[in-house]
């Protein structure tokens, strides 16, 4: 049996997880639907509907679509910026999105100072759409649509979360890929191998590539040392071999946390991390996902970042 060594975790660490835990996977459009010929709907902005006696050909002006109205509040952070984000109105729940989204970018307790300045920009329900952050030493911008969510720290060049990291930190040589039937070198039988594996010399650090629980801990005659993870959208993450676990069962984890080190425990024939991704009890080949992602992210900050420079440059007049 290997020793574990498990840190300790900070109030912090789990308050910003259930920040995470709270965001909403997916918006829902409420989509008013009118029956056909119902004569029974009316519009306020209606006028001289042109009447005839055959009902069936009666007519309606259609309504004009509404102007939104965004809406800018700004302010120094003073004593605490969760405090001031409140006083001002800010909805606790707009407050919460918008630290889910900085969860692992920026540290709104002990990244911001009492002379900064911050800026809002909501939507006509109140809703984030754009924030910006600003002292001397730190800019942090986030702009938030249906579309995505894009980060900045200067306001000109924009990027988006690829969809996982790495849970190493630097590309190392795929020794073993993703495949449903693989001639295993130990057994030299066919079975399907899962995950990917990657070279790594022992005592390479590990990390969760998205939020989540630890659901498993624990040692194996095959897998080694080895952690489980659960995430938010049915995503599941298995780390195995590995020479130290710094988690226990039931810790909460942050995107890009080293949660332990990799090594060359349980069976195999050399140092290495196998990583399985899962996702709603189907394994998924992490590599072809990744590349999928980061192809889509080039692609939705190519048709977002005119929009997200230009609400910048608006919350910068708000500060300025």
Request: charged content about 20%; proline content about 5%; glycine content about 6%.
């Amino acid at each position: 049996m290997h020793s574990t060594s498990i840190p300790q975790k900070s109030y912090r660490d789990y308050l910003s997880f259930w920040y995470l835990a709270l965001i909403p996977l997916s918006l829902c459009a409420l989509v008013e639907i009118s029956p056909f010929n119902d004569t029974s709907t009316r519009y306020s902005n209606e006028t001289n509907i042109n009447k005839v006696n055959n009902t069936e050909n009666k007519r309606e002006i259609a309504p004009k679509t509404p102007i939104t109205k965004d809406k800018f509040i700004s302010s120094d952070v003073g004593y605490s910026f969760y405090g001031t984000a409140l006083s001002l109105g800010i909805a606790p729940d707009t407050i919460q999105d918008l630290t889910s989204l900085s969860a692992g970018k920026f540290d709104f307790i002990n990244s911001v100072s009492g002379s900064g300045q911050f800026a809002f920009k909501l939507n006509e329900k109140d809703q984030l759409v754009a924030f910006l952050y600003r002292d001397k030493l730190h800019t942090y911008y986030v702009y938030s649509t249906k579309a995505g969510t894009l980060f900045s720290t200067d306001g000109e060049r924009f990027y988006k979360d690829k969809l996982l990291l790495s849970p190493v930190s630097r590309r190392f040589r795929i020794s073993s890929q993703f495949s449903h039937s693989r001639l295993h070198p130990v057994t030299r039988t066919m079975a399907p191998h899962l995950g990917t594996d990657y070279a790594v010399p022992v005592g390479t650090p590990v990390v969760s590539i998205s939020s989540g629980e630890v659901i498993a801990s624990r040692y194996h005659p095959i897998a080694g040392n080895y952690l489980v993870i659960q995430h938010p959208g049915g995503l599941k993450t298995r780390y195995l071999h590995l020479s130290k676990r710094y988690v226990r069962k039931g810790d909460i984890v942050l995107q890009g946390e080293t949660v332990g080190t990799s090594g060359n425990t349980g069976r195999t024939t050399g140092p290495h991390l196998h990583f399985e991704l899962w996702k709603n009890g189907r394994p998924i080949d992490f590599e072809k996902k990744r590349a999928f992602a980061e192809k889509v992210a080039v692609q939705l900050v190519s048709s977002q970042s005119q929009e997200a420079q230009k609400a910048y440059l608006q919350l910068s007049q708000q500060i300025n």
